[in-house]
């Protein structure tokens, strides 16, 4: 069983920046493929981020072509726990954040389709004011 807990969403002017935390349990998280999904009112999940472990030190990431450029995923294995720092932000951008973790050890891209992932956070609520 692995638990996940976000943290860090708020208010931001459009232009702002945040960061997001996940702070995951789990003994073998350094294995784990992790990801950001988003959801606004009325819409789909969707992918923002992954990063997919490929050996060794090495992690793989990738990002939906709407955050490519402003948002960056990175981990810290010694915390079990990832971040989505998020600048230039958009009104668009605004929804609930979730982390999500896939136990299964892949090659590829992480993926992009939320029921590939095992364990999801609670969620939290990002809000861009214009």
């Known amino acids: 069983q692995v638990q996940l807990v976000e943290s860090g969403g708020g208010l931001v002017q459009a232009g702002g920046s945040l960061r997001l935390s996940c702070a995951a349990s789990?003994?073998?998280?350094?294995?784990?493929?992790m990801g950001w999904f988003r959801q606004a009112p009325g819409k789909e999940r969707e992918f923002v981020a992954g990063t997919r472990w490929s050996g060794g030190r090495t992690y793989y990431a990738a990002y939906a072509d709407s955050v490519k450029g402003r948002f960056t995923m990175f981990r810290d294995n010694a915390k079990n726990t990832v971040y989505l720092q998020m600048n230039s932000l958009k009104p668009e951008d605004t929804a609930v954040y979730y982390c999500?973790?896939?136990?299964?050890?892949?090659?590829?891209?992480?993926?992009?389709?939320?029921?590939?992932?095992?364990?999801w956070g609670q969620g939290t609520q990002v809000t861009v004011s214009s």
């Open positions: 789990g003994r073998s998280f350094s294995t784990y493929t």
């Open positions: 999500a973790a896939d136990t299964t050890v892949r090659s590829g891209d992480p993926p992009r389709d939320p029921p590939k992932y095992d364990y």
